[in-house]
């Protein structure tokens, strides 16, 4: 069987409602906060379907034992936001994924070259081979910073067949290198834009989402 990259847009109107306003040039930094919270939990909720681990098991209601799926507490979940944007979508990520670790991965993209550099790692030495791990950055540019931060993962023995990469925005040019990349790769995101300006920045897009998230 041969792998292809998946990217799903969930077609679900509170996505589509929160990415509306995250687009929104007037929207003021809290709301814009808010909407990537909102992003975060929706499509997180989207990515777990087919992803969280589960195990069969037994319990005693209070009329009769029945069959029942619980998540499963052996098989480790770990959050990896790329700093600073990917911090915007965490909240949401975390309300639905209470006992996952998080590792932080700091990256900035040189505004000239647009490559990324790494200011800080905070990733484990290893991976147990069975986690799952979920990827949060609202943009998907030019690739270069998931690209990197998929090269860390990899290393530490991540498996990218149960990794899930969760963004708003991801451009036509990041998804041909992802999926050159990581046949394996699942992505869900709010929209996909095709095209980057000049400056590396994605059209529409939403703009600058650290500097949007953070007020600077
Ligand atoms: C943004 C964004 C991604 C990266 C995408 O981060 O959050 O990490 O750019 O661009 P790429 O696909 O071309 O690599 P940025 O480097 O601006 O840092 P920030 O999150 O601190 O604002
Ligand atoms: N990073 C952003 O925050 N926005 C873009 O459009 C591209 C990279």
């Not at 030495?125 to 069975?130: G, H, T």
């Given at each position: 069987m041969t792998l292809q990259l998946r990217v799903y847009v969930p077609p679900h109107p509170l996505i589509k409602h929160w990415l509306a306003v995250a687009r929104d040039a007037g929207t003021p930094s809290v709301l814009f906060r808010s909407a990537m919270t909102e992003l975060g939990r929706w499509l997180t909720y989207e990515a777990a379907r087919d992803w969280l681990p589960t195990q069969e098991t037994t319990v005693q209601s209070p009329l009769d034992t029945c069959l029942a799926t619980v998540i499963d507490p052996q098989i480790p979940v770990a959050v990896v936001p790329i700093l600073r944007a990917g911090l915007g979508l965490l909240e949401g990520a975390q309300t639905l994924l209470p006992l996952a670790s998080i590792y932080h991965l700091g990256l900035a993209r040189d505004e000239e070259t647009l490559q990324p550099h790494c200011y800080l790692n905070k990733l484990p030495?290893?991976?147990?081979?069975?986690t799952r791990v979920l990827i949060t950055d609202p943009m998907l540019a030019t690739g270069g910073s998931m690209m990197a931060a998929m090269a860390e993962l990899i290393q530490r023995g991540a498996d990218p067949t149960l990794t899930r990469i969760v963004c708003v925005v991801a451009a036509a040019p990041a998804l041909q290198k992802l999926s050159a990349a990581y046949p394996g790769l699942i992505i869900y995101t709010a929209t996909i834009d095709e095209k980057l300006n000049s400056k590396g920045y994605i059209v529409p897009g939403l703009g600058d989402a650290g500097d949007r998230i953070f007020g600077t």
């Open positions: 030495e290893k991976f147990d081979p069975q």
